[in-house]
């Protein structure tokens, strides 16, 4: 269950980078390859930005990077919720 959730809010937050894109507002700024393919880029920066801080290869800019704290904080707070649940599950 805990996979499918994590699953579904990379594709999410992947497909919003996506769509501004496709608008023309860039959110996502790649520091080794400008020429990057827009797709592969949004879904690793969004699992990067999930699961971890990332690792300094794509950045956001503009509000991209509000959304990347929402996503960030979506993926800190997601595993206490989880453990919240199994804890007060538990005590029943």
């Known amino acids: 269950y805990l996979g499918a959730v994590y699953l579904t809010i990379i594709l999410g937050f992947g497909m919003i980078y996506i769509l501004f894109n496709l608008i023309g507002i860039s959110l996502l700024r790649e520091v080794n390859h400008p020429d990057h393919n827009i797709f592969e880029t949004s ?50």
Do not use: C, H
């Not at 690792?55 to 704290?69: C, S």
């Open 43 to 92: 879904f690793y920066f969004s699992a990067m930005t999930l699961f971890s801080v990332g690792n300094g290869d794509v950045l956001p800019q503009g509000l991209g990077r509000m959304i990347a704290v929402i996503e960030a904080l979506i993926g800190y707070t997601l595993p206490a919720a989880f453990v919240a649940r199994v804890v007060l599950n538990s005590e029943k």
